[in-house]
């Protein structure tokens, strides 16, 4: 079960430099659809174990595997999921034993994460504030998750580096988000919004997406070291994600702050 409700969780959210608030609404008024694998999310629901078998391999190289605990191999990590939306990563990650804080701009999307994992038994902090007010109280993870926010943002450069100030020293930072290129534009925007309607037409902004070479560069002036990358593409024929050397659609990133 969760802990009891948490500041903010009722209210306005608050304001930051990095929220879009016309991306903010959109994805507000999914709602309980958040969890409809057949529903407007369903593409993320497919690439859902993917990204998670990537965090979940990468961590345990990092900070290895607790003894006796062959399901639970996240234990005694701290994670923080920025933009956590409904919860589709944040629970699966608590389920492998991570201590998970979510967080989401969005009082309705905490609302219906926070209902979604009560029902489950799944403990995680979920909270209705900013990448920013949290920084600004010193708080440290061990990891955090920036996955598929990035594009979203308003300020990417200055919303990196507030997440990087979330991560302790010998923590990891994830992010994942869409590549700028003419094939991202095909795929990602032609492609999943206007053809196959697997999202909202207008849910991604081309001009929005992030060249890896621009993401590393605002990793390493905020002081983090990326040490670890993967593409992600999708098989029609198996409707299926898989990694891959191909970064040019959708990509992932990790990066560690030296000790």
Known sequence: MVSGQKAGSSGVAPRAAS??????????????????????????????????????????????????????????IRLLDIGCGGGLLSEPLARLGAQVTGIDPAPGNVDIARHHAESGGIAIDY????????????????????????EHVVDPAAFIGVAAKLVRPGGLLFAATLNRTLKSFALAIVGAEYVLR???????????????????????DAGLDVTARTGVVYNPLRDTWSESRDMDVNYMLMAERPV
Not at 36 to 52: E, Q, S, V, Y
Not at 133 to 149: H, K, Q, R, Y
Request: aromatic share 12%; net charge negative; with cysteine.
């Open 127 to 150: 909270r209705a504030v900013t990448a920013e007010d949290l920084a600004a109280s010193g708080a440290e993870f061990d990891v955090v998750c920036a996955m598929e926010v990035i």
């Open 198 to 220: 697997w999202v909202e037409p207008g849910t991604h902004q081309w001009e929005k997406f992030i060249k890896p070479v621009e993401l590393e560069d605002w990793l390493y």
């Open 19 to 76: 929220i879009d608030q016309r991306e903010l609404d959109q994805f507000e008024r999914l709602g309980a659809d958040w969890w409809r694998a057949d529903g407007p999310m369903a593409a993320l629901h497919k690439f859902n174990p993917t990204r998670i078998r990537w965090l979940r391999d990468r961590m345990t190289e990092h900070f290895g595997k607790p003894e006796g605990e062959p399901i639970r191999v996240l234990a005694n």
